[in-house]
């Protein structure tokens, strides 16, 4: 079961083909997107979500996206969603086609159900390895042409970075800067539990803002957690109590392995966490 | 004008669309891509294009490409050409469907023209600022899944630094390392000539292998010119008798402003580099 809109609100098969083969999407990875989860009809974090895409496309000198539009073509492909009662919601934002002088943008949403094997790490838990990211976490102040903390089109390293891991046994990466700091995953934020408190680093190093990872810690802290955002370092994630890696389709994944090396039991924490998150949308 | 054909050698409409939302090309920015300069129905350094390809494909965990096919859909785009003598021919190679069980790549190679703005920087030079890339020169070696050195379709932040260029009153960027070496252009090679020699930085530090410098540099030698491929730092290229962006489509561009700072001219030792390149293809 697959729903695919245009911005525009058209309904369209998204077993056909609909992208030019100049698009700058296809040709240079030129855009921005989101993933968001639909539950049960509802929206997970949409506000939170169509904020990151406002800034990403900020970062990218992308046209404003046109808010009240993206609101409607969530809710267009939820009206006309007849599979599963959770499913992840794609929105793609181009730069449009190459040498197009009114420069507008190709813009769909794009309804999919949740993999097999997203709902398996959510229960199951994941092996993950941290990988070097190569840069200096004042960089995305530096060099903001790097688009560092823009959720662009160009994932090519992000996926090769899942592949290396598979490579190596695991199927998730933590990315690491070049002092040791802890970054992202390549498509999920990094949570770590201490005690009664959750920690992820700031996206002020470069790195996205959470989406989930912001939704959790706001349950977390209703429900009387302490949560901090504060720079890690990759030496402290063995030694948590907990490391969890947050994103919209795969909610709060538990981390059992790292490097290789099997982490303390972190079960009690994850169902908690995952209890706390999940109850707000009950 | 513009050519489009798949890789089995399918002529097809450009301005149709071709590719479905969930192509890996498009969500992903994940393929790899050449671009190749005709000139006179003969392609340029076409075997160098093709080693890259299949080097940027093996980066990728792509499959290998069908060179043979590539040869022949460059020979059927040219057979159809009916625009100006000289074009540029994209080669394109994505990742394919998400999800596609077979995972066959979505192949194709369209020919444009050669945009205005690229042949008016061939013969009146272009203004280029520095940026900073933010990278070690080592981080190809240790960092493999940064797919440093690989042409790939996630070119977002290539684009981002071409338009901070525009920004500072430029029109193209030479990235530099965080030791200050030289890297590349976002689409180009960096060159530099200092009395009969022309330097170019090494592929070893983590950018693309030049293919329209190499055929630069093989000219040159052929016309009594020293060449050597050596790391080149940023402080160098100002003091250079002559610096120049090499790219298939821009040829041996001059450099005529760097950082704002109008170069000493050049424009005798670009008329003779251009005349050596260009008398191999007549």
Redesign the interface.
Known sequence: MRV?AFLDGTLAD??????????????????V?ETILISNGRPRELGPHLDRLARSAR???LPEPDRPAWERVVRTVIDNWQGSDEFAL?L?M??GIE?DPEGKPTT?A?GMEV?EKAKRARVEGIAAIT??????CD?VD??????LG?K??????????V??AARRGASDVIFTA?DGSVLEGPTSNVIIARGRTLYTPPPTIGILKGTTQGDVFRAAERAGWTTKVEPLRADELASADGLFLASSVRKVTRVHTLDGIVLPDATEIHTELARIYESQYE
């Open positions: 695919l998204p077993d056909k083909a609909h992208i030019r083969i100049d698009d700058l999407g296809i040709v240079r990875g030129d855009g997107f970062l990218l000198d794609k793609v181009t730069r040498g769909f794009v993999d990988l070097d990211r190569g840069i200096d960089l530096r060099a903001p042409w790097l688009l823009a662009t089109l160009s994932y090519a390293l992000n996926m090769a970075a592949r290396e070049n």
